[in-house]
């Protein structure tokens, strides 16, 4: 349903960027949200930002300054920018669908893409 | 932010009961609903509960969540070795203009 892809590697200060390409189901569907997840073993699990389709985003207050969420209806996906990466920007990064957003009832992320390993180099 | 509070490993032997404990604040669990991830290295995280309590199609009734007040459990009956992965629970956060907040993880090991 839900596949990342972009570089694996990424110079320190650079920009990370991936996309999330969605199968089998419509990113124009008005009920969910997506996001970007990311998982190190510093950091945990960590949500990073959830886009509409419309384009309303909302991001996690300790990355907004750095990121940007985006969205491509024509091509049924959706992207991240993570802008001046440092080494503890290494980590697997997860696209998922963000469901419950709009009701605010029984927010989840009930589909997730296997993940795409970034390391940042210093 | 901090996380939501996890013990980082629990254990059992095929068919016993296992519970998997989550401690948040008032903010957090305590004012929104939980969701609990399977978590294979290597895999897709999977949806387990939503909404403390709620079974997405597909998944086994072995599976169940609870929540009070600020703490939510997830329980597995019949432990199989395919429940052997990582499990994390998450909950929206109120405080500081909102986030998601996760666990730091529970590794479940079958014996």
């Known amino acids: 349903l839900l596949q990342e892809s972009g570089p694996g590697l990424v110079k320190s200060s650079e920009t990370l960027s991936l996309i999330c390409s969605v199968s089998?189901?419509?990113?124009?569907?008005?009920?969910?949200?997506w996001a970007w997840l990311r998982q190190s073993p510093e950091r945990g699990l960590e949500w990073l930002g959830s886009i509409y389709y419309g384009g309303s985003t909302y991001y996690n207050p300790s990355l907004k300054s750095r990121l940007t969420v985006s969205v491509d209806t024509s091509r049924n996906e959706f992207s991240v920018r993570l802008r001046s990466v440092t080494a503890a920007d290494s980590a697997v990064y997860y696209c998922?669908?963000?469901?419950?957003?709009?009701?605010?009832?029984?927010?989840?992320?009930?589909?997730w893409g296997q993940g795409k390993l970034v390391t940042v180099l210093s | 932010q901090s996380v939501l509070t996890q013990p980082p490993s629990a254990s059992g032997t095929p068919g016993q009961r296992v519970s998997i404990s989550c401690s948040g604040s008032?903010?957090?669990?305590?004012?929104?609903?939980v969701s609990w991830y399977q978590h294979v290295p290597g895999a897709a995280p999977k949806l387990l509960i939503y909404?403390?309590?709620q079974r997405p199609s597909g998944v086994p009734d072995r599976f169940s969540g609870s929540k009070s007040d600020t703490s939510a459990s997830l329980a597995i009956s019949g432990l199989q070795s395919a429940d052997e992965a990582d499990y994390y629970c998450a909950a929206w956060d109120d405080s500081l203009g909102g986030a998601w907040l996760f666990g730091g993880g529970t590794k479940l090991t079958v014996l």
């Open positions: 008032l903010s957090n669990v305590g004012s929104n609903t």
């Open positions: 998922a669908r963000n469901a419950g957003v709009l009701t605010g009832y029984q927010r989840r992320f009930d589909y």
């Open positions: 909404g403390n309590d």
């Open positions: 089998g189901a419509s990113i124009n569907r008005n009920t969910y949200y």
